[in-house]
């Protein structure tokens, strides 16, 4: 089935040593999200790829990169986590076509937890 | 005023009753609407899209209302199942990509 793959599902990571997220897809889908969900909150952008071109969220803290290699994949860099960082970090992805009426709907990955010890 | 803005709830409904929400969004220019669910520890799943013209998915009704900019929810004969948070997600502005959640509203359905 197509889907999208999001690895690790958790991952533990000490307090400023760098972690990498990684976010797969078999849909073919133009557009490709990070998002930053924390308990009881919705999830929140952190920045998505239109094709190669990066939009990054004004409020994304200079801690979180990412890195679109190529259609199908998309990395989440974070350089140096801290305590406040430990959340569920969800890939998502849709088909943006020509005009916002067009949209498709996202299809989310599984999500990565992130631990911060 | 942000963006998207939803009722947190919880809404506690007992089996079989019919519950709606809503959700405002601020830009007169958004063009896509979606009502996604999220149960707990999980990740988002696509419940329905909204159409201009509203549309029904079997217990699950969408409405759109872009002179008042905001979107509803209707859900018939609930079910235990129903128990979720429920995400409105709205593109934000004549953007193709850019693409916000609402806070949720949680649903818990009682016996």
């Known amino acids: 089935d197509a889907m999208v793959i999001q690895n690790p599902r958790y991952q533990v990571t000490q307090f400023g040593k760098p972690v990498t997220l990684s976010c797969s897809q078999t849909?073919?889908?133009?557009?490709m999200y990070w998002y930053q969900q924390k308990s009881s909150q919705a999830p929140k952008l952190l920045f998505h790829y239109y094709d190669k071109d990066f939009n990054n969220e004004a409020d994304t803290p200079d801690n979180f990169q990412s890195r679109r290699p190529n259609t199908s994949f998309c990395f989440l860099d974070i350089r140096s986590p801290g305590l406040g960082d430990a959340a569920m970090y969800l890939c998502?992805?849709?088909?943006?076509?020509?005009?916002?009426?067009?949209?498709?709907?996202?299809?989310f990955g599984d999500g990565t937890r992130l631990s911060i010890l | 005023r942000k963006e998207v803005e939803q009722d947190p709830g919880p809404f506690n409904v007992p089996e079989g009753a019919t519950v709606a929400f809503n959700c405002t969004y601020s830009n007169s220019a958004s063009q896509s609407f979606f009502w996604y669910r999220q149960d707990c520890r999980k990740e988002p799943k696509l419940l329905m899209s909204v159409y201009s013209s509203g549309n029904e998915d079997g217990r699950f009704t969408a409405q759109l209302n872009r002179a008042s900019q905001y979107i509803s929810l209707l859900i018939r004969d609930s079910k235990l199942s129903d128990s979720a948070t429920y995400l409105c997600?709205?593109?934000?502005?004549?953007?193709?990509?850019?693409?916000?959640f609402g806070s949720g509203t949680r649903l818990s359905i009682r016996p």
């Open positions: 849909l073919n889908h133009n557009v």
């Open positions: 997600v709205v593109n934000i502005g004549s953007s193709a990509s850019k693409i916000i």
């Open positions: 998502a992805t849709s088909r943006a076509g020509q005009g916002a009426s067009s949209n498709q709907p996202q299809h």
